[in-house]
């Protein structure tokens, strides 16, 4: 990939469509459409759904993503994303809540509206609780999944209760400050205190940077809060034993933000998980696709073979 994405940041992405999915109304998805007729995610044309991770954009998490993965397989695959319920300039904005559950649904609401039977399910960070909790709502239509910078539950550890306390209390502030018009000083304050506290994961390309804020501040600030506080309260450790499909983990070993050993202890509540360690930090599906890409092309082999 090359680094010039302040004029196409995805390069080499699906193009976008619009769907209209029941009670919930329309969204646009990224699709590179059925092949052959087919989308049905076969052995030979597997689906890939592609879930992205809190805050981000499908574009920012996977934009160094797409133009590898478009090439795997020869291109014989369909690749959809989306932006997640809330995020993104594209998520939708319907809906009452905004929970785990709730994304886990739309994934497979999205599904259905395409006509896909069965995919291989992969999630990053955030994305990785929505992807179990759709195998949890929807094993039929889960084929296989990849759990990338993800956990079994995140609300763990005194540092992690602390922030998911802190999404919750300012949920209503940020709603006042959209009702108002005011949604970009919500973002700001949010801004500061996330560089204050967790550092920003920056590029050397100013460009690629400003559009990278771009697309997380187009999100609905109080309802991303929402969904991040309820991530706080996802615990799958009791069920994942059960989990049927192909799977695998890619472990970032240098991560802060989903700690590392709550990463391993997502392998370790799989029964039978193939295992991809990256030794970087939590941004590495954009800071670090040297590493990432191998490793998840690698999982969808394994994952594919063993379906």
Aim: aromatic content about 8%; glycine content about 10%.
């Amino acid at each position: 990939m090359t680094s010039a994405f302040a004029g196409d940041p995805a390069v080499a992405a699906p193009p976008w469509r619009r769907i209209e999915l029941p009670e919930l109304g329309p969204i646009e998805v990224r699709d590179s459409g059925p092949l052959h007729g087919s989308g049905n995610g076969s052995a030979d044309e597997p689906t890939i759904l592609l879930l992205h991770g809190w805050t981000t954009s499908t574009d920012l998490n996977w934009c160094r993503t797409y133009e590898p993965l478009a090439r795997w397989r020869d291109g014989q695959i369909r690749i959809v994303t989306w932006d997640h319920r809330a995020h993104g300039a594209r998520g939708l904005r319907t809906g009452t809540t905004a929970l785990i559950d709730d994304l886990a649904d739309d994934t497979a609401a999205i599904a259905g509206a395409l006509g896909i039977e069965r995919a291989i399910v992969v999630g990053y960070s955030m994305g990785g609780a929505v992807a179990q909790a759709t195998w949890r709502r929807h094993p039929d239509l889960v084929a296989g999944l990849v759990l990338g910078a993800t956990a079994a539950r995140f609300g763990v550890g005194g540092r992690q209760r602390r922030d998911f306390t802190l999404m919750d209390r300012g949920i209503g502030p940020a709603r006042l400050l959209e009702s108002v018009g005011c949604s970009a000083l919500a973002w700001r304050a949010v801004r500061w205190f996330g560089d204050r506290h967790a550092g920003r994961a920056a590029t050397d390309d100013a460009s690629f940077d400003d559009w990278a804020w771009s697309e997380t501040r187009s999100g609905v600030l109080s309802r991303v809060l929402a969904v991040g506080h309820d991530l706080g309260g996802f615990d799958a450790t009791d069920w994942l034993c059960e989990v049927d499909v192909p799977h695998a983990v890619l472990v970032c070993n240098d991560d802060d933000i989903v700690p590392t050993v709550r990463q391993r202890e997502l392998v370790d509540a799989l029964p039978a998980p193939f295992v991809y360690e990256m030794a970087t930090d939590h941004a590495a599906c954009v800071l670090r696709p040297d590493l990432f890409i191998p490793a998840l092309t690698a999982a969808l082999d394994e994952v594919t073979a063993a379906r």
